[in-house]
């Protein structure tokens, strides 16, 4: 298990992170955490290892996208001295290219989006443990929905940004395709392929607990 | 134009039909056909022949399938002595296939719905001057998206059942995927390829009053 | 079609534009653009015209005067950058005439309604490829009505203006008497002469479509 | 003036009686009557004459036409034991006809208008000191106006019923014809020509109280 | 009558004349004037001189003593303009004294109030035609009850300012007593003494009305 | 103290014993028993004697006179089984004589209130260990105040009653009469000379508790 | 994995089991199973089994204990027709003992908890393939806490019960207690020892998931 | 009795002390104090001594620790001149470093608490008749319980502040004590063993007032 007792993780990203959770920063007491994947990992990282007194913070935003994100870093990520970041980004960058085709000034490019999160990185890393860059993610298989070939290859630049700069990658869509694979379709698990449901969300949460190397029988 | 002076058009469906209409039945003052196409239908056959001083009722309901359209359809649809009856069903019919995939008492399979739709049109043929029957849509082009080439199969049985009971086919599916294809995603229309936007709603509008034939110059 | 792909269509007015449009600007996803008249134009539009990605956005304000429209000018029309301006205006600046008999500082008297609209014309038709200017229209035919003559005084106004200036007149009067012509009361189509029902908005958006060589049988 | 001490006026109408009064029965404390003429009676009759403990009950009703009254006389009038009761019935009934020109079933026809009426009366009278019968209204003078001549057409139907009847007749839309006459619009009074604002609201009280002969200087 | 065509009146006070009224200034559409004395005041002179074009404004504010209008006297008076200002203020600076003897410091005594009240109307006597300036009332008769007698005190300042400046004096205590001398006990007219129900505001829209000169009989 | 461990107390009454009470039953967790003198009642036996396990119900309900109780004494009071009844009644049987000197059909006179009372007292007698009967009151000294004149009639009549049916007497008019004299007026405890604040309702508790025995310095 | 392809769960509990569930009953789309465990539950065997299809149902009602489940049992447990059944009650049998020690009569003893829950066990056992008794639990360690002491006599019952009808027990106090072992005190689970919060809701959850058999590495 | 007439006292904490108080400063008119023990302050105070014209402030607010107090002591306390203050609070700086043990930041230590009460009570205590310091409460006996004897350990760092500063030390924690001695278990008078219920305000509220010497019996 990466985190160590007395860490403190900052989770970033959009609605999905973001997920109802309270302002302006989602910490501590009354369930603050929304009811997205951060809710299953701090309730997860804390019933399993109690005695770590981990704290999580979630801090993502409804309708964000990477430059949004570069916009309030200082203050939603810097200043709140994590020991470790995990970061999950890139579906609205993509979706306003396709649900605002008609708006481009809505639209962030594959160029901008790389080189926005790689200096997101590169700013945090030498003063945090571990950043987990976890892939945007489609609820999709169809591999001629123009969209979903847009968000895998906005997953393909986090696989990339993460090797480069040393961020931990957690493929979340592979994660993804192989739920969907089981099943005849993704609304089983997403109204809308951008949002999952509470099963959607444990998907996630999975992958990032997994990538962490939580111990799911600990006792 | 079919429709003539006097005539009474009432329209059922589902969630695409209701779009927040007033209840019990949406007609007469303060626009409460909702935000859908039957508001669509109302507003231009009201202003393009406001002497034929047309009676439209809204009586779609928001996650009915074939068979709740059944369970209401003495009160909602007969009651009401149309001259003429709209008929937009299927998608619910289809949708918790995939969305309820565990829940099957929730499914209303082909045959089911093909028997139902077929004897709500024979029970009220004799009685109104012309039966609309429009397809569910489905706002996806892909035809390997599972839950697509269902909604397409339940529009083939629209279809079919049309030409068994002379009700009048409105093919919406076949306007829905020409406007698809000179786009480059789906969602610049439908949020969730189910719910379209207004002018989405629109295209199902246009088709049926094409099928009215209506003059859009007409003053 | 005067409208060509990629443009940009800013449409301005009073409450009848309004209609209860999202704030601050009225662009984009969630159907923002109120139930009036704006809707059926961006709704049509995008449906007639799909590929040509048209980007309509509706910045009427309920109560506002031609003063009004000039105190939000810069920052609610040239700041965003429009190809195309819509507007329709002067109705409330007749109406307190009438209904404010007792307040004279809320009229608006002809010379400075003409003056200013075409200050806004003149400042704005530079920098755009066309200016609609649509009549303030009045339900009603009884021309001994004191507020229907001004009203239409203020029609005449705009066709002079427009004249001028070189903007795109849009007799939305003319439309609008049409239609009265062919019913027995205007309360079939306005509840208070001022404000239209859906079907109502309708003749105004006709008035503008037609006004572009909108093709309703495109396809 | 006709009301003497400890008397009980019931009033009774449609949405210019009702104006927003408490439910089911306006009376007693808490000002309960709403914000239309009958708050105006029941305040000056209260004041000018407070040892007379006048007793005024309002149960007007939005939307209503004399068959809707004919419906609950007996709970909402005869119930109440009255010793005097003002009715003022009539635009709905007529509106009806043109702003729901396309909704025949929602008239009421002048034959069953006076029917209606006048077999009210002529049930109550004999249990009742008198029946104040006070016109419809519209406000408006133009009479080209086929709603206006409409109205005015029922209006002297009240005439006639309250001549046969014995009833007492107020002309409520002459005061108003000679408010109308001294201002340059109808709209200062009434939005829509059928609700008054509050001084329109005194126009009607006024008309009452003087032919209740009420004395506006007795202390 | 006092008031001549095109005169603006505004009506200054505490609870007693603000009753609900809009914010910020009350004026123009809508019954701006809430449920008081200045509804009445609007609704006559309105109905009774509709030609008149009379401008009614309402700023009473719940709460207010003399010190308070003092405070707000420039923005709320004088830079309206006004031809006539009325006054109702006194009953907070008493009631004080009484609902919390236990806290000195929110009492406007004798002195305070009187000199308070005499520099506001010189401030603006120059400026207007003329101040109505009415007493405070309590719905009393008991001489004995210490709060009643202190509301007379100040009652009598005002009659001696109103001698000293040249302001109208309105005994509206006078037509209050001529009230509940007629009647058996004081809450028939007023909850707490202190508001009247709307009876009871009429008989303070009466004495000024009369101070006005109005004739009730006018058509 | 009379009350025994276990013992359970219902009060009944009026809106002074209601004050915001839960429904339909007041008892238990979550201090349901609103904001008057059954909770200082609950709070303070249950504080002084908590091992007395005492379970206390507040049944009173605003707007109740003597012949509501008698509706709901079966429900409210027998059903309940209560070892004590605290009844507190009367204040709206005369109220109703002057707020609403016009619609005698709501006034509570004399003999109907001491009949019904005797009547719901020896009723009850044989079933409980006490009943208390408090005075209704009313916040005023001053004698030749027809309704203050009033109220202590009919709580001379609470005496009689208690005399006649061995009613354990809580002479609370005499509490607050005590209070009164030593302060300038009535309204530092009571609005409307009604309700008590809750320095008042305190008076009221103290006289039910006093009345019980409570020890004030039991540890 | 106990649970095979299709099979449907029925979980029935208190507040802890209720958490916010939808009404009537929870189960399909929109994420209607509350925040606590079986929300839980819900999402990672969705997560983790996909294929199998699993219907679960949430059925806990805040504020029941043992009898409540009985008189529901027919409609919310038997009528459903459930392959599984988990049960969670007993806290508010116990905790009424304590903070209603003055109302016995909200009270469910030892004898009679055995007795309901055996009951209810033995008649749904041959129709079900299973069913899990989940122990109440209570966040204290301190064993002289007279309350602590009552629950894990409830829970012993429940091993009791388990053994003598076979269903499966579910020792989540022994999980509690593990988790408690571990930190300085128990709300940093709990606010009130009864409600954990979502870390103390997964610590429930996991207790079902490891009796069941689930697989967390699963893929 | 300590307090003189005319004497302020103003009263300071944390949600045991506001228990809903107005804001911003709660005093005067319409009950304002919230639901806790200065409510019972408050009306037993002015009940008791209502000669004394004693003036009672509230600014308790909840989640506030002694570093709150100390940030807005000059504004909530100093400023507004108090004869009498009243502090109680300690259980926020206790309670986090138990719920949030994960999250130091947001403890107080016994240091800081002891230095910060003491430096707030010397700036005081020269421009006050009396300070009075009650302890912070725990409704617990359990010595073992890690968050009881820290509280213990608070409430005697304020006896040593109170002894080194002349403060008059209420021990409202030994009154608590005793009460939980007399019955079985403390939910009875708190839910989560901080926040009581009515009944325990008042045995709160009874140290204080047992502290100022009140005379229950004074009438």
């Known amino acids: 298990m990466l985190l160590q007792p007395g860490d403190k993780l900052v989770m970033i ?20 955490y929304g009811s997205g994947y951060p809710n299953f990992v701090y309730s997860m990282l804390t019933a399993l290892y109690p005695e770590y007194m981990l704290h999580i913070v979630n801090v993502g935003s409804s309708g964000n996208n990477v430059t949004n994100l570069e916009e309030r870093w200082q203050t939603d990520v810097l200043d ?3 020991d470790w970041v995990s970061i999950m980004i890139g579906v609205n960058d993509v979706w306003r ?13 594959p160029d901008l989006y790389r080189k926005t999160l790689k200096s997101l990185i590169e700013r ?9 860059l976890l892939t945007p993610i489609y609820w999709e298989l169809n591999e001629n929905d123009a969209m979903n070939a847009r968000v895998r290859e906005y997953a393909q630049i986090c696989r990339e940004v993460a090797e480069e700069t040393g961020a931990i990658f957690v493929d979340v869509q592979k994660n993804v395709d192989s739920v ?4 005849k379709h993704s609304c089983y698990f997403s109204w809308d392929r951008v949002h999952p ?19 799911y ?3």
């Open 13 to 32: 990203g959009d609605s999905v992170t973001d997920a109802g959770r309270a302002r302006p920063i989602a910490e501590g007491l009354f369930n603050p």
């Open 97 to 109: 290219q396709f649900d605002l085709q008609n708006m481009p000034k809505t639209w962030v490019m």
């Open 180 to 183: 969907l694979n089981r099943i």
């Open 217 to 219: 029988s600990r006792s």
């Open 80 to 82: 709140l001295n994590p």
């Open 197 to 215: 449901n509470n099963p959607g969300h444990y998907v996630i949460a999975r992958s990032l607990l997994d990538a962490m190397g939580v111990e």
């Open 124 to 132: 945090t890393k030498p003063n945090v443990k571990g950043i987990f």
